[in-house]
């Protein structure tokens, strides 16, 4: 089959003709590509948009046709898309600081449910699983929904 340098491993989105039948309106389509070990060769299934098509490759000039097949393209091509591309030094440090502050959000949440226990605990109410799920949210969202009362403190 005409597939120079494809990793055998992964599956590719390629163009696929339709069957040669009197009613079947001939549109060229897409079909996900694998490699077939019993077969040695590389074999489709049917188009994405659901349509039986001839068995075989089209070449890859070949323009789609199929709207329902285009509109999908952008979806399969993302999940066959392999492997994330490599980041820079400076992509990955936007992606450590991402993680950071994601990180940081949760032990912030953790140590207002913490707290909050705490203060149910002194003034001895009961904490329903509810309410510490409101908590998890974090500090602000409980404020915000009116769950936390901030109570001043009291001079003496
Ligand atoms: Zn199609």
Same mark, same amino acid.
């Given at each position: 089959?005409? &597939?120079? &340098? *494809? !990793? *055998?491993? *992964? *599956?590719? =989105?390629?163009?696929? $003709?339709? =069957? $040669? =039948?009197? !009613?079947?309106?001939? !549109?060229v389509h897409l079909a996900v590509s694998s490699w077939n070990t019993r077969w040695t060769g590389w074999v489709h299934g049917q188009a994405i948009c659901g349509r039986t098509t001839a068995q075989g490759e089209l070449d890859d000039g070949a323009t789609v046709t199929c709207e329902d097949c285009e509109n999908l393209r952008p979806d399969y091509e993302r999940i066959l898309g392999g492997d994330p591309p490599e980041l820079t030094a400076a992509e990955a440090r936007t992606e450590v600081d991402r993680l950071g502050l994601a990180l940081y959000r949760a032990q912030d949440a953790l140590a207002f449910v913490g707290e909050c226990c705490d203060i149910a605990d002194r003034e001895g109410r009961p904490i329903t699983t509810a309410q510490v799920r409101e908590w998890l949210k974090g500090a602000q969202c409980a404020r915000q929904a009116g769950l936390v009362v901030e109570v001043p403190d009291t001079p003496a």
């Open positions: 089959m005409s &597939a120079p &340098a *494809r !990793d *055998r491993n *992964r *599956r590719y =989105l390629v163009t696929v $003709g339709p =069957l $040669g =039948l009197p !009613d079947e309106p001939q !549109d």
